[in-house]
């Protein structure tokens, strides 16, 4: 076991968090945000969660368990991420979307699924992927949007809107 210790202390904690590449930021209006990684057994996606959030909390404790096989102390885990939220105030500023966001002259949204999934969309048209980078923030009240679907014709909406002409 890598973790052989009988007390998890905030070290060893701080030890499982960049062993697993947590990495902390800050938004663009100062609030302190981990990506980090998320697996559901088969696959693992990255998150991008408020470190002040009872997510984060949930997600740090499975990280945790999962590294170690142990429960933390309350306040030793308190302290780790308080000192991750400080870490986070002394890197650069990234800019966060809420479900749509322009980077590289493509635009992304967001889809909310459980996978971590985004449609990247250019010129030449649209595809799933999974980030590399935070982009988005999720509040926890979001559904996921429906996987998009090639083909069929713009227009089609139009069934669905009470407009005279399509232009």
Same mark, same amino acid.
């Given at each position: 076991?890598?973790?052989?210790?009988?007390?998890?202390?905030?070290?060893?904690?701080?030890?499982?968090?960049?062993?697993?590449?947590?990495?902390?930021?800050?938004?663009?209006?100062?609030?302190?945000?981990?990506?980090?990684?998320?697996?559901?057994?088969?696959?693992?996606?990255?998150?991008?969660?408020?470190?002040?959030?009872?997510?984060?909390?949930?997600?740090?404790?499975?990280?945790?368990?999962?590294?170690?096989?142990?429960?933390?102390?309350?306040?030793?885990?308190?302290?780790?991420?308080?000192?991750?939220?400080?870490?986070?105030?002394?890197?650069?500023?990234?800019?966060?979307?809420?479900?749509?966001?322009?980077?590289?002259?493509?635009?992304?949204?967001?889809?909310?699924?459980? !996978? *971590?999934?985004? &449609?990247?969309?250019?010129? =030449?048209?649209?595809?799933?992927?999974? /980030? %590399?980078?935070?982009?988005?923030?999720?509040?926890?009240?979001?559904?996921?949007?429906?996987?998009?679907? !090639? *083909?069929?014709? &713009?227009?089609?909406?139009? =069934?669905?809107?009470?407009?005279?002409? /399509? %232009?």
């Amino acid at each position: 076991m890598k973790y052989p210790f009988s007390k998890l202390t905030v070290k060893v904690i701080l030890e499982v968090f960049r062993d697993s590449k947590v990495t902390v930021f800050q938004d663009s209006h100062g609030t302190a945000f981990a990506w980090l990684p998320v697996s559901d057994g088969l696959t693992t996606h990255y998150e991008c969660l408020g470190i002040r959030t009872k997510h984060f909390l949930s997600k740090c404790l499975k990280l945790i368990a999962k590294a170690t096989n142990k429960t933390p102390d309350r306040g030793d885990l308190k302290d780790a991420i308080e000192e991750l939220e400080l870490k986070s105030y002394l890197q650069p500023q990234r800019e966060l979307g809420l479900r749509r966001r322009e980077k590289y002259g493509e635009v992304f949204i967001d889809l909310g699924d459980a !996978s *971590g999934q985004m &449609v990247k969309i250019t010129p =030449e048209g649209w595809t799933t992927v999974r /980030p %590399e980078e935070p982009m988005f923030y999720r509040n926890p009240h979001m559904s996921a949007l429906p996987m998009p679907v !090639s *083909g069929g014709n &713009v227009e089609d909406i139009f =069934e669905f809107f009470p407009v005279s002409s /399509p %232009e």
